[in-house]
């Protein structure tokens, strides 16, 4: 990953030049002739598996064939990437990704069961969102600064709760702790869900997270938000802050984006980013995301994805090696 996104694109693209040669203009015109599988790398009831299926629908319409959601859970999204780079470059397989498969998964783990750099090409961005700050309601802070000022009194004591080791709230965690000079104690749990609940419950001081997830207990009381983690206010939560109006340098935003298999024919690739692009333009589709919470689509070209897949991999490179983080 740290050779670039600019070294997969040129790849994906001579090998989707080559491609195009081999099954001939008239058999990429009639893509697709059959139903689509969209592998997402986690188990069924997550964020990134509530999302494809908002998509799959009106893209299958689209396009005139159906998208089968395949989830292949496992190895923080590995096994499901995996499959996806070992399926043949035709279309017919698609990778729903996240932060995980194709930006931090190279740089946690030592070893892959497939090359993010070579092995895919990008189609087109799906969400941006944001993660949401908050804390325990009994918590005495309101504010980043005022959370910070805590944190620096208590060195150690405060926690704070993620969904696993090398998660992308893991990491929002991490960056935090390095902005602001903290030392706050690292709680991981084996999913969003579990981990918000034990900061509503009080057993840790705060989290760095989903906002979807974390609506119910916002709504009860339980939960206190303090900020949201994109340069720009959301607009679900017009009154809570950035936390980059604290600190300026930080910044984490959550990609959710469509690959597919490198070599794959570059009209395939064009067929699919174009239904892509219309599908996430719907205003019906933006509405009925933002009423299950989710983050609001967006769409970008193949080469605006590789561009954001990179950058965001030389960010995470430079938190993860100052902190040490490696997932087994």
């Given at each position: 990953?740290?050779?670039?996104?600019?070294?997969?694109?040129?790849?994906?693209?001579?090998?989707?030049m080559a491609?195009?040669?081999?099954?001939g203009?008239?058999?990429?015109?009639?893509?697709?002739?059959r139903s689509?599988?969209?592998?997402?790398?986690?188990?069924?009831?997550?964020?990134?598996d509530?999302?494809?299926?908002?998509?799959?629908?009106?893209l299958?319409?689209?396009l005139?064939?159906?998208?089968?959601?395949?989830?292949?859970?496992?190895?923080?999204?590995?096994i499901?990437?995996?499959?996806?780079?070992?399926?043949p470059?035709?279309?017919?397989?698609?990778?729903?990704?996240?932060?995980?498969p194709?930006?931090?998964?190279?740089?946690?783990?030592?070893?892959?069961?497939?090359?993010a750099a070579a092995?895919?090409?990008?189609?087109?961005?799906?969400t941006?969102?944001?993660?949401?700050?908050?804390?325990n309601?009994?918590?005495?802070?309101?504010?980043?600064?005022?959370?910070?000022a805590?944190a620096?009194?208590?060195?150690?004591?405060?926690s704070?709760?993620?969904?696993?080791?090398?998660?992308?709230?893991?990491?929002?965690?991490?960056l935090?702790c390095?902005?602001?000079?903290?030392r706050?104690?690292?709680?991981?749990?084996?999913?969003?869900?579990?981990?918000?609940?034990?900061?509503?419950?009080?057993?840790?001081?705060?989290?760095?997270d989903?906002?979807?997830?974390?609506i119910?207990?916002?709504?009860a009381?339980?939960?206190?938000?303090?900020a949201?983690?994109?340069?720009?206010?959301?607009?679900?939560l017009?009154?809570?802050?950035?936390?980059?109006?604290?600190?300026?340098?930080?910044e984490?935003t959550?990609?959710?984006?469509?690959?597919?298999?490198?070599?794959?024919?570059?009209?395939?690739?064009?067929?699919?980013?174009?239904?892509?692009?219309?599908?996430?333009?719907?205003?019906?589709l933006?509405?009925?995301?933002?009423?299950?919470?989710s983050?609001?689509?967006?769409?970008?070209?193949?080469e605006?994805?590789?561009?954001?897949?990179?950058?965001?991999?030389?960010?995470?490179?430079?938190?993860?090696?100052?902190a040490?983080?490696r997932?087994?």
């Open positions: 990953m740290s050779a670039g996104i600019s070294r997969r694109l040129a790849m994906a693209g001579a090998a989707g491609a195009t040669l081999r099954i203009p008239v058999q990429a015109q009639a893509y697709p002739a689509i599988r969209m592998v997402v790398p986690f188990v069924p009831g997550g964020g990134a509530a999302t494809a299926r908002f998509v799959a629908a009106p299958g319409a689209e005139g064939q159906s998208i089968v959601i395949e989830n292949r859970g496992g190895a923080g999204g590995a499901g990437t995996a499959a996806v780079a070992q399926a470059a035709d279309g017919y397989t698609l990778l729903y990704g996240t932060p995980g194709l930006i931090t998964n190279p740089i946690l783990m030592p070893s892959l069961p497939y090359d092995d895919f090409a990008p189609v087109s961005l799906l941006r969102g944001a993660y949401l700050m908050v804390v309601r009994d918590v005495p802070a309101r504010t980043v600064a005022e959370v910070i805590l620096k009194s208590r060195p150690g004591q405060l704070y709760a993620n969904s696993g080791i090398g998660a992308g709230s893991h990491l929002a965690g991490e935090l390095m902005e602001a000079g903290l706050m104690t690292h709680v991981p749990y084996r999913g969003t869900g579990l981990a918000v609940q034990d900061v509503a419950s009080g057993r840790v001081t705060m989290s760095i989903t906002y979807g997830a974390m119910p207990l916002i709504q009381g339980n939960l206190r938000p303090i949201v983690t994109s340069a720009r206010r959301m607009p679900e017009p009154d809570v802050p950035t936390i980059g109006e604290t600190l300026p340098a930080f984490v959550v990609v959710n984006y469509i690959c597919v298999r490198s070599g794959t024919p570059r009209p395939i690739i064009d067929r699919l980013n174009t239904a892509l692009v219309k599908v996430l333009a719907d205003p019906g933006k509405e009925a995301m933002r009423l299950a919470g983050s609001p689509p967006v769409s970008s070209t193949p605006e994805l590789g561009e954001i897949l990179n950058s965001e991999s030389m960010k995470w490179r430079r938190v993860i090696d100052k040490g983080i997932v087994e």
